[in-house]
């Protein structure tokens, strides 16, 4: 899953969106991803985001990073506490 974060990159149209069609520009964004039951957020990752849907596009070598991140597990400079619910059990 990733997560648009309020901060960004310089704002610079890069692309077309291959979902809607609209223009994309270069953010920072809050990647986060269930790797063997451990939940991995990892924060200012440049994307590209689509400035009228919000798909979010990360470039391949970025991926690369990202995947390493998450099967090398580096030692993490800080760490969150996140709530857990059970759909049925709250809706």
């Known amino acids: 899953m990733v997560e648009l974060q309020k901060t960004k990159a310089t704002p610079k149209e890069t692309m077309t969106c291959a979902v809607c069609g609209g223009r ?3 953010r920072l964004i809050k990647y986060m991803q269930d790797y063997k039951g451990r939940e991995v957020i990892i924060e200012n990752v440049p994307a590209e985001v689509c400035t009228q ?7 391949g070598d970025v991926a690369e990073k990202i995947q390493q991140i998450v ?3 580096p030692a993490t400079p800080r760490s969150k506490k ?3 619910y059970e759909f ?3 809706a």
């Open 24 to 26: 994309t520009e270069d």
């Open 82 to 84: 996140v709530p857990v």
């Open 71 to 73: 099967w090398n597990r």
């Open 53 to 59: 849907c919000g798909e979010r596009f990360i470039r």
């Open 88 to 90: 049925a059990d709250v």
